[in-house]
């Protein structure tokens, strides 16, 4: 792994005391899930960077890295 990418994912945290365990960006209560919604409806990313701003690109990088990482699952045929 690139350390580029070693790097992004520094940047998820994952604590069962905080948002229910699920991932969040460095410790903050910024879920990846709640980053991926927001793409998804159509939030221009510069937007939510200026309402969020304790949030940084790098954080939006590492919350797409981290769902692709978890979906890329091989499938087995049985």
Partial sequence: ???SVAYLFDR?????RQCG????IRGMRIRVI????LLAAGE???EFLEELPD???DDI???LLYAVRKLDRPVLAA
């Fill in 34 to 37: 709640d980053i991926l919604e």
């Fill in 61 to 63: 990088k590492a919350a």
């Fill in 55 to 57: 949030l940084e690109l």
């Fill in 12 to 16: 998820i945290t994952v604590n069962p």
């Fill in 21 to 24: 365990g699920r991932p969040c």
């Fill in 44 to 46: 221009q990313i510069f």
């Fill in 1 to 3: 792994m690139p350390a």
